[in-house]
């Protein structure tokens, strides 16, 4: 391997490194916008003030038994992105909701507006898990 490939590699390694230091805290920050996004009742303690105060995603996990029974009356998108939301938390829950809302693959989240593309896009980039 010759200086330059050997150096452009490191220097991928020394990006990857930089993102995934942080990625935790870009994934609880898109994710607390998703949640602002969508109603706080349905994550965390349900309320305004808990999320204000969340210091992780942890404080923010879905209630899946209020979302079983809100994502019905929710406009399409709402569901959609609740959906895919729900899915970074639970891929077999989130699975069976994405499809339930009849999302087939990636590519039915393209009806959702830019603000909502943002943040499942910001979660994909910085998922390390729940």
Same mark, same amino acid.
């Given at each position: 391997?010759n200086?330059?490939n050997?150096q452009a590699m490191?220097?991928?390694?020394?990006?990857n490194? !930089?993102h +995934?230091?942080? $990625?935790?805290e870009? @994934?609880?920050?898109a994710w607390?916008? /998703?949640?602002? %996004?969508?109603?706080?009742?349905?994550?965390?303690?349900g309320?305004?003030?808990?999320v204000?105060?969340a210091?992780d995603k942890?404080?923010?996990?879905?209630?899946?038994e209020?979302?079983?029974?809100?994502?019905?009356?929710m406009s399409?998108?709402? !569901?959609? +992105?609740?959906? $895919?939301m729900v899915? @970074?938390y639970?891929a077999?829950?989130? /699975?069976?909701? %994405?499809?339930?809302?009849?999302v087939?693959?990636?590519?039915?989240?393209?009806?959702?507006?830019?603000?909502?593309?943002?943040?499942?896009?910001?979660?994909i980039?910085?998922?390390?898990?729940w």
């Open positions: 391997m200086t330059m050997k490191l220097e991928q390694i020394a990006l490194d !930089r +995934f230091t942080q $990625a935790p870009a @994934f609880f920050q607390k916008r /998703g949640v602002q %996004l969508l109603n706080p009742a349905l994550f965390g303690k309320t305004k003030d808990h204000d105060q210091e942890w404080d923010l996990c879905p209630n899946l209020v979302i079983d029974q809100a994502i019905g009356v399409s998108g709402e !569901r959609v +992105f609740l959906a $895919a899915s @970074f639970n077999e829950i989130g /699975g069976a909701l %994405l499809k339930r809302v009849g087939h693959g990636l590519s039915d989240l393209g009806d959702l507006d830019l603000e909502r593309r943002q943040v499942i896009a910001d979660l980039l910085n998922y390390t898990g």
